[in-house]
């Protein structure tokens, strides 16, 4: 049994107390992989407390991936992962130019970071001694030009399940990154098209469509997202959006916004939606809201994902949805360019998918996130009105706006550097005009606490933001 | 389900008859166009009659190009308007053609086959395990756009010391698969480039030029090759060859005729020679002459290789070596595309070519193909005049022709096919006009001395040839 000795005094709930007990055990190899932890009646009566204050430890864990509960059998140790190494800090992070992987900054609020501590290494190392063990000789064949049947069946249900997406498994091309599906995608039109674009905008594919001399037109974005007046003003047959989590704004298109998106495509027989879902993993307030491929009714919209930000960066995979539409002009154009993704590799992450783990590993990253998110926001309640934050209630970073009488963006910017903290200006995602006031990313997902800590005392100091004193209530 | 009334007596073959039938339905618009055709395991079991009759129709139907195979997909309808603008016996369908996963045929003379028994699976196996056990976390990290500095390293030594291929590691870049490298190969130019294409050609980098909207020239082959009067006469600014061993015809493109193509691009400062080196490792015949890279002392030649067909399909893996000129360009056009290739397969490569698997496995190899090729040889040479080979000094396949007062290729291919044996006419690789007289080709790599005797006597017999008596002396 556990040897908790619990503190009724430390002001810290004892559910608390009892998970962060049980973290610590895991990670120090007190409690194995697979190992049954005791049920929480008995560990109620053993600590002689509720049962409910255990129930509410144990959904916690479970919620953030380090337990998993089995029916009629109890609650069990998850696989370790990067748990193990939890303590490592890796500032490695990905930049729109994936040439630089090693930061020049001490510390890196990069927008496009993720937990590289917390990434599922040692459950895809074993996925991966399982498929060679497993496979056969079929492995090192060249498979399904679309990516193999099987893989797609798992991304299909997943999708299904976790973002509303309706497609068959036959509409799905996989593919070696988001890159390469975009360009892949051109090559289902016989000409350039027309393609409006937030502005600001996701720079990777902003640079696909223009180094495919796509006639690109930048739409204002308001509160809800894309302007769809503006829309409507510019000859664009398609629209690249990104509504889980606008980068780099991060507004959360609301539905309304959606439908009336979908509307606009609707009113052409040759007008397409983009939908880049990246980061839909991650919201932290309100309703899920789906994806606007599974809202659409006709057949409109090209829903984008990738797991290699999941999973690992390195393997490189993403997938595409194609509208039935498409997928004839796929078949007829482009079905002749053979698969760009290992089938080893394929195969694992089909396990990865079908047996669970990838979402189990969503769910553990998703509580991490949570609280890297709540622990940010927090610091940054310390700055009062001195700048004021959007873009956080999804996603892994969040966009500081600053007075238009203060420093100016280049400053800010460059003041954070010489501090040697790795800071975001928004301007530079604009493709046409600025921002009405200084602004800046700031992504957390690849920072420990400590780090988010240290750095925002350094910008503090770099930017001389009146504080408010320690000792002052704080709302 | 199709309602065929199969006529036991009509003397008219079953296959013909199922073959008749849905033509019709095509015609008349009860199959519509990219339609899926029942498997032929099921439409088998629904008429009740074997499954290699149903093959022999669709493979007719295929010929014909009134439907496509999709790999592993199954057989969809064509468009109509593309059976009108046929002319020749195979559709330029389509279809990947790398590696048949599983063939139509008994015994397949596919140029595309490699001897998959004798693939270095193990091997990889083994070394896949040690990138994994040795590699740290940056085997999960996304790596250099252009592939990892290491493996380019040792493609770049590999090439020298092979293939004469003089280039830093800096001009290399790593991508999954050729058509990926011919794809991103486009990118460099602002325009498309008017191509000259070898005619015959290797299609599936015409059809990735084709889908880029470049204009493409067919420059017709003498007995070196590429005919350089021709290549003269049009307003190319790209040249596609594949000088080691010509697809499909096989000729081994003699060094005059490469310094000629060199002093062609040389007239132009905008003119750039892709060099397609596939099957270069394989030669029976001669001295070994130096890739158009190697004799290159102006940056004009763009080098392709692929690591994927002699480790193993499956892992998509090629290189691309970019003149400085070229070179430039791709930094300043296309480096943001982020990489294709899974750094740890790039890792377990490095490993296969930098500790000496890779060499070794190809001289296994070459061993293991020309005893291939020289029993083939020998077969071909019981029908004495009757056909003649050319094409057989290198590479996996070689070119059966067929005097023009005999059987069509048509006849030929159909009639071959209606013995379960799987062989592939010329006229399908041309883009302009037909070949001189009918042909075929014959890939031998995937097949073992047993098989290429029993399709060999199986074609003697489809074709009627007058063989030489057993008894009688042989050549």
Redesign the interface.
């Known amino acids: 049994m556990f040897h908790i000795s619990l503190e009724h005094s430390v002001g810290k709930p004892m559910y608390q107390q009892i998970y962060q007990y049980i973290v610590k055990e895991i990670q120090q190899g007190g409690l194995a992989c697979h190992e049954r932890l005791p049920s929480a009646r008995a560990l109620a009566q053993d600590l002689n407390i509720s049962r409910n204050t255990v129930n509410m430890a144990y959904a916690q864990l479970e919620s953030e991936g380090y337990i998993e509960a089995i029916e009629r059998r109890g609650y069990f140790v998850n696989e370790l992962d990067g748990l193990l190494s939890m303590s490592g800090i890796?500032t490695?992070s990905?930049k729109?130019?994936?040439?630089m992987?090693e930061s020049p900054y001490a510390i890196d609020f990069s927008p496009f970071g993720i937990a590289?501590d917390h990434?599922p290494?040692h459950c895809?190392?074993k996925l991966?001694?399982e498929t060679?063990l497993d496979g056969g000789?079929?492995?090192?064949?060249?498979?399904?030009?679309?990516g193999e049947?099987g893989l797609r069946r798992a991304i299909k249900e997943y999708l299904h399940r976790s973002r509303g997406v309706n497609c068959s498994e036959e509409q799905i091309v996989i593919g070696?990154?988001?890159?390469?599906l975009l360009?892949l995608l051109t090559?289902l039109f016989q000409e350039p098209q027309g393609i409006a674009m937030e502005n600001p905008v996701y720079l990777?594919a902003y640079?696909?469509f223009q180094?495919f001399n796509y006639p690109i037109f930048p739409i204002p974005l308001d509160e809800g997202g894309l302007d769809i007046q503006a829309l409507r003003s510019v000859e664009a047959k398609l629209v690249f959006v990104t509504p889980s989590h606008q980068f780099p704004m991060g507004i959360v298109m609301p539905i309304n916004r959606r439908r009336q998106l979908l509307n606009w495509a609707y009113e052409a027989p040759d007008r397409f939606i983009i939908e880049d879902d990246y980061d839909s993993e991650f919201r932290y307030q309100g309703k899920p809201i789906p994806s606007l491929q599974g809202i659409d009714t006709r057949g409109r919209v090209i829903y984008l994902g990738t797991l290699?930000k999941a999973i690992?960066?390195?393997?490189?995979m993403g997938y595409m949805v194609l509208p039935e539409q498409l997928y004839?002009q796929y078949?007829?154009?482009?079905?002749?360019?053979?698969?760009?993704?290992?089938?080893?590799?394929q195969e694992t992450v089909r396990r990865f998918l079908a047996e669970g783990y990838f979402e189990r590993h969503l769910n553990r990253m998703r509580g991490i996130y949570r609280s890297k998110h709540d622990y940010i926001l927090k610091e940054l309640a310390r700055w009062g009105e001195a700048v004021s934050y959007i873009g956080h209630s999804a996603g892994l970073h969040l966009l500081l706006e600053f007075p238009n009488d203060g420093l100016s963006e280049k400053e800010l910017t460059l003041r954070a550097r010489e501090e040697g903290i790795g800071v975001y200006p928004l301007s530079a995602y604009y493709i046409a005009g600025q921002p009405k006031r200084p602004a800046l990313l700031l992504g957390y997902a690849n920072l420990q606490e400590a780090e988010i800590k240290k750095g925002m005392n350094a910008l503090e100091k770099a930017w001389k933001i009146p504080t408010l004193q320690e000792n002052q209530p704080v709302l």
Chains 1, 2 share one sequence.
């Open positions: 890796e490695k990905m729109p130019d994936p040439v992987t590289l990434a290494y895809f190392k991966m001694r060679m000789r079929e492995l090192f064949q060249i498979g399904d030009s679309q049947p070696a990154g988001t890159d390469y360009m090559r990777q640079r696909v180094n290699s690992a960066p390195s393997i490189r004839q078949r007829k154009r482009a079905a002749f360019y053979a698969t760009t993704v290992s089938r080893i590799h």
